[in-house]
């Protein structure tokens, strides 16, 4: 479970100022429409002619985003995805891509959006690099989950690992393009200063990583808290894994969008608020059983 008490207080005054921010928009008589049809006359209308908002995700990190039984996209980014386009009166349609392409992607408007357990970070908003240096045009984010990297190790955690210091001298398998990847890559600074350099194995999906800490060619994989969690109860990971310490840099996932879908980052938002409200997204959220990261409002570019 996310333990509230370990959020930063600098980053819940930040989701706070973005809620009243939300809730500002609008006139100041009547407020926004935030009806289906008063939100589908806020959507561009190349979305609202073709009636379908496209999608990227990496479908291969249950249970946020994967495919079901039937090849289908399933998990909570998929069906919240759905219940935003059901009350848009729009149909959702998924484009699966490695998670290293989705942000390049939504810049580029190959898609609409990207719902891909992105972590909103103030780096991504502004395309900048850990030295403020520009590298890409940024992304704007609509944010619907709290979240936080988790350390998952083999199960009796044989080489008592608890924290990132207990990973120097040790390699550590992560997704390539994640935060997970990002804090790692940090990690080997202070890891040389103790004369223990950590290797960083970057792997192309979750599943190839957790391969690895089975095998014991990685002490551990980094991954987000609902992943790691689900790892080590699901059936089919058969009770190999176990979560290593406490959650390391808590922060929001975010609904990715183009800096110029401004009409469209509006009426996600008002929709997310909607769900939350009527209780469709706790529902869904309890159905994932990831209840512990429910956010009580849209939040546009709320991370750190």
């Given at each position: 479970?996310?333990?509230?008490?370990?959020?930063?207080?600098?980053?819940?005054?930040?989701?706070?100022?973005?809620?009243?921010?939300?809730?500002?928009?609008?006139?100041?008589?009547?407020?926004?429409?935030?009806?289906?049809?008063?939100?589908?006359?806020?959507?561009?209308?190349?979305?609202?002619?073709?009636?379908?908002?496209?999608?990227?995700?990496?479908?291969?990190?249950?249970?946020?985003?994967?495919?079901?039984g039937?090849?289908?996209?399933?998990?909570?980014?998929p069906?919240?995805?759905?219940?935003?386009?059901?009350?848009?009166?729009?149909?959702?349609?998924?484009?699966?891509?490695?998670?290293?392409?989705?942000?390049?992607?939504?810049?580029?408007?190959?898609?609409?959006?990207?719902?891909?357990?992105?972590?909103?970070?103030?780096?991504?908003?502004?395309?900048?690099?850990?030295?403020?240096?520009?590298?890409?045009?940024?992304?704007?984010?609509?944010?619907?989950?709290?979240?936080?990297?988790?350390?998952?190790?083999?199960?009796?955690?044989?080489l008592?690992?608890?924290?990132?210091?207990?990973?120097?001298?040790?390699?550590?398998a992560?997704?390539?393009?994640?935060?997970?990847?990002?804090?790692?890559?940090?990690?080997?600074?202070?890891c040389?200063?103790?004369?223990?350099?950590?290797?960083?194995?970057?792997?192309?999906?979750?599943?190839?990583?957790?391969?690895?800490?089975?095998?014991?060619?990685?002490?551990?994989?980094?991954?987000?808290?609902?992943?790691?969690?689900y790892?080590?109860k699901?059936?089919?990971?058969?009770?190999?894994?176990?979560?290593?310490?406490?959650?390391?840099?808590?922060?929001?996932?975010?609904?990715?969008?183009?800096?110029?879908?401004?009409?469209?980052?509006?009426?996600?938002?008002?929709?997310?608020?909607?769900?939350?409200?009527?209780?469709?997204?706790?529902?869904?959220?309890?159905?994932?059983?990831?209840?512990?990261?429910?956010?009580?409002?849209?939040?546009?570019?709320?991370?750190?």
């Amino acid at each position: 479970m996310l333990d509230d008490s370990r959020v930063p207080s600098r980053l819940l005054a930040t989701l706070g100022a973005g809620s009243l921010l939300l809730a500002g928009c609008g006139s100041a008589g009547s407020g926004p429409d935030t009806s289906p049809n008063g939100l589908r006359a806020r959507l561009p209308e190349q979305i609202k002619k073709a009636g379908v908002l496209r999608v990227a995700s990496d479908l291969n990190y249950a249970p946020v985003d994967f495919r079901g039984g039937d090849g289908r996209p399933a998990g909570l980014d998929p069906e919240l995805a759905a219940a935003l386009g059901t009350y848009l009166g729009l149909r959702v349609e998924f484009v699966d891509m490695p998670f290293e392409k989705v942000i390049p992607a939504v810049q580029a408007k190959e898609v609409d959006l990207a719902m891909s357990a992105v972590i909103d970070t103030r780096r991504r908003q502004n395309g900048t690099d850990d030295y403020n240096r520009q590298v890409d045009p940024g992304v704007d984010f609509v944010d619907y989950f709290m979240t936080g990297t988790s350390i998952l190790v083999k199960a009796g955690n044989p080489l008592n690992i608890s924290t990132l210091d207990h990973l120097c001298g040790r390699t550590v398998a992560v997704q390539r393009g994640t935060i997970q990847d990002e804090l790692a890559q940090r990690q080997t600074a202070a890891c040389t200063k103790l004369s223990k350099p950590l290797q960083i194995h970057q792997v192309d999906t979750d599943d190839k990583a957790l391969a690895e800490v089975a095998a014991g060619t990685a002490a551990a994989d980094l991954n987000d808290y609902p992943v790691a969690e689900y790892n080590t109860k699901s059936p089919e990971r058969g009770g190999r894994f176990q979560l290593a310490g406490g959650y390391l840099q808590p922060g929001p996932y975010g609904i990715t969008l183009n800096k110029a879908s401004t009409g469209l980052q509006y009426a996600l938002a008002k929709a997310l608020d909607q769900l939350i409200r009527n209780g469709e997204y706790d529902k869904l959220l309890a159905k994932w059983n990831v209840q512990s990261g429910a956010v009580t409002s849209a939040v546009v570019n709320g991370g750190l």
